[in-house]
């Protein structure tokens, strides 16, 4: 198969997992990983990382992957042209019983390409649960994208996981998807829009959405500028949905303490939602005070925080004590970057030495190492 940079295998019980990394592989290399699944009832997972396979060996390959033989599970392909062979991976979909995680990461995919690949993910015999298209989709065609994609979660039930995040598609091509979302038929468990141009409107979509949804528990929505508008949306969403939403993700920089009433209003009304993550946000201790009233009540069940470089001082470590106090759900806490001072560690230390305090993961990383000690000395 020619010199390469390198390559791997790996054995977990009686699964087979390939690797195969700037192994300068060419189109006949295709040839002859295809012959390898006529014979081999092992390999399940194979993972491509900038290879020159192009469109002539994936075709080669996909002749191997409708093989009575072949099981496998998992292919993932990263930083590859690929265009045309979208069509034998579709055949490929509709007839492989075994494949169900297709990736493609840093692999630019005209519309075309995915148009017909989608047809394959709409076939009834499809059993792929698991799609992503990370930063795989050129600008001009994410939206025309989205409508197909909409299409698919439509008519195939066995997707639970897309994942399209680092893609532009802007609130037009979210507005498209969420049309797909809703329907009944979509059983999308997690869904990651990070990174994907969206604003506030889109949080309009997405409220929608999570209200009729009954399936989705993970939403990633991270490095987006919704603002403290598209939270309240997202939020209002949330307080009526009909689904099991655990884990809410919110990364970004556009947020307020404004973002946080309605946050604490989802905490103490959705049993569910057991992990809330808040990146780079200018919430102040006021936002922490308004969350902290939210973990406080009874149907509060959160059990990750994490607050990194969210502009809180040690002011706001009382409220969080308070918190602690009368919830013995939250085992993990972030307070990462904030200039909570040797004060602030002082009065949160206080609070972990209640018996009442079930906390277990404390995380504090900030440039002065005293904060490490500090948090060493309560334990």
Same mark, same amino acid.
């Given at each position: ?20 990394? %700037? ?12 012959? @390898? ?8 997972? #194979?993972?491509? @990382? ?53 990736? %493609? ?63 532009? #598609? ?41 209200? @009729? ?6 939403? %990633?929505? %991270? ?146 190492? @005293? ?9």
């Amino acid at each position: 198969m020619g010199p390469y940079s390198h390559s791997s295998l790996h054995l977990h019980d009686a699964s087979v997992f390939c690797r195969l990394i %700037f192994c300068r592989l060419t189109a006949s290399c295709g040839r002859d990983l295809s012959l @390898v699944f006529e014979t081999n009832q092992h390999l399940t997972d #194979l993972e491509f @990382v900038k290879n020159t396979l192009e469109d002539s060996g994936m075709k080669l390959l996909c002749e191997g992957l409708k093989q009575l033989n072949c099981v496998l599970q998992t292919l993932r392909l990263y930083r590859r042209l690929i265009s045309s062979s979208c069509g034998a991976l579709a055949a490929i979909l509709s007839t492989n019983q075994w494949l169900t995680e297709l990736e %493609f990461s840093e692999t630019k995919l005209e519309a075309s390409a995915l148009k017909l690949l989608c047809e394959g993910l709409k076939d009834t015999n499809c059993k792929l649960q698991k799609l992503k298209l990370c930063a795989s989709l050129l600008p001009e065609g994410s939206e025309a994208v989205c409508r197909y994609l909409a299409c698919v979660l439509i008519c195939n039930p066995h997707l639970t996981e897309l994942d399209p995040s680092e893609n532009p #598609l802007g609130d037009i091509g979210v507005k498209y998807l969420c049309v797909g979302l809703r329907h009944s038929n979509c059983k999308v468990e997690k869904l990651d829009l990070s990174t994907c141009h969206l604003t506030d409107a889109s949080c309009v979509e997405l409220s929608s959405f999570l209200q @009729v949804s009954q399936a989705l528990k993970e939403l %990633f929505v %991270f490095a987006n500028v919704l603002g403290d508008t598209g939270v309240q949306h997202l939020c209002e969403g949330l307080q009526h949905t009909k689904g099991i939403i655990e884990n809410l993700v919110l990364s970004e920089y556009s947020l307020s303490a404004a973002c946080c009433e309605p946050l604490a209003q989802v905490l103490s009304s959705t049993r569910s939602l057991t992990r809330l993550i808040l990146i780079n946000n200018k919430i102040e201790d006021m936002g922490l005070k308004l969350l902290c009233e939210g973990l406080k009540q009874p149907d509060c069940h959160l059990k990750d925080l994490v607050l990194w470089t969210c502009h809180l001082s040690g002011a706001c470590c009382q409220d969080l004590c308070n918190a602690l106090y009368t919830k013995e759900h939250l085992r993990d806490l972030d307070f990462s970057d904030n200039a909570l001072g040797d004060e602030g560690m002082q009065v949160l230390c206080e609070g972990l030495k209640r018996p009442c305090c079930k906390l277990q993961t404390l995380w504090y990383v900030h440039r002065d190492s @005293v904060y490490w000690a500090s948090i060493l000395d309560c334990m």
